[in-house]
T-cell receptor, first 114, second 110 residues
């Protein structure tokens, strides 16, 4: 199994600013993903964080707004840029272990933009 | 397109009553199906997956390819089962992300 630590766990930010969320896994994993969970909604995939290359973004999400890094097999960051109140959400980091059968999740980052 | 549908946003049952959380999916191929659970103030965690054919905490789920369903069932609900339940799908190509349903909040009343 893998344990995922996300920080910060929550933040309140001013509109127009940026926040970087960190995701650290306690073991090497094959795939890392970032999801968004807006209030009352399901988890929506933002992107797949690729180690050593640019992330793969889902429809509706772009690199300029959500730049992602993954410098190695255990760490990734998601930045929410030029924030607006519509970005208020929970952001979740997820990872697939080497067996690829179970996805693990961080505890989430609750972002409020005011 | 991949899609997971959980028709019930909220399900309330009495303790000891049977529980069935519905999940239907749309996928052109043979997907992997999962149920994830999120208890209050805890992170999302795997409950069970269809390939394991296991019973976890008394819950079972059978994949019905004809009806494209993967309903979660438990014969006797317990108060500690109260949580948010998400049905999820993953393509059979391996390293792909999960697609989630909107979730069903189960409330077990004493």
């Amino acid at each position: 199994s893998a344990v995922i630590s996300q920080k910060p766990s929550r933040d309140i930010c001013q509109r127009g600013t940026s926040l970087t969320i960190q995701c650290q896994v306690d073991s090497q994993v094959t795939m890392m993903f970032w999801y968004r969970q807006q209030p009352g909604q399901s988890l929506t995939l933002i992107a797949t964080a690729n180690q050593g290359s640019e992330a793969t973004y889902e429809s509706g999400f772009v690199i300029d707004k959500f730049p992602i890094s993954r410098p190695n097999l255990t760490f990734s960051t998601l930045t929410v840029s030029n924030m607006s109140p519509e970005d208020s959400s929970i952001y979740l980091c997820s990872a697939l272990g080497w067996s690829n059968t179970e996805a693990f999740f961080g505890q989430g980052t609750r972002l409020t933009v005011v | 397109a991949q899609r997971v549908t959980q028709p019930e946003k909220l399900l309330s049952v009495f303790k000891g009553a049977p529980v069935e959380l519905k999940c239907n999916y749309s996928y052109s191929g043979s997907p992997e199906l999962f149920w994830y659970v999120q208890y209050s103030r805890q992170r999302l965690q795997l409950l069970l997956r269809h390939i394991s054919r296991e019973s976890i905490k008394g819950f079972t789920a059978d994949l019905n390819k004809g009806e494209t369903s993967f309903h979660l069932k438990k014969p006797f609900a317990q108060e500690e089962d109260s949580a948010m339940y998400y049905c999820a799908l993953r393509g059979n190509s391996g390293n792909t992300p999960l697609v989630f349903g909107k979730g069903t909040r189960l409330s077990v009343i004493a």
